[in-house]
C-alpha cells in the first residue's frame, strides 16, 4: 500500500516552482486530533497495517481544544493516468 507514495525529500528546502515532476503528483494531509494517547495508538496502528512510519508523523501539536492534540503526515503520490 505505502509502495505507490514518494518519500518527502525536505521539499521545504527548494522554492516551489511548477516542474514536472511537481504536477504529477498530489499533496496528501492526514491529521489525527484526540487524546495525546489516542493520538500515539492511531499512529501506531496506521503503523502496523503498512500506512506510515512512526517517525513520518510530525511530533505532537496543540489543537484547538485544549485537552488534544494533533499530528500530521504529508504525503506525496504519484498522480495516476
Not at 46 to 68: C, I, M, T
Amino acid at each position: 500500500m505505502s509502495q505507490e507514495f514518494l518519500p518527502d525529500d525536505n521539499e521545504s528546502d527548494r522554492p516551489n516552482d511548477d516542474s514536472a515532476a511537481e504536477s504529477e503528483q498530489d499533496v496528501l494531509c492526514v491529521t489525527i486530533t484526540g487524546s495525546p494517547q489516542a493520538v500515539r495508538e492511531t499512529i501506531l496502528t496506521l503503523y502496523r497495517l503498512g500506512f506510515a512510519e512512526v517517525g513520518d508523523w510530525s511530533q505532537l501539536q496543540r489543537a484547538a481544544n485544549p485537552k488534544q492534540v494533533m499530528s500530521v503526515l504529508i504525503r506525496r503520490r504519484k498522480r495516476k493516468a
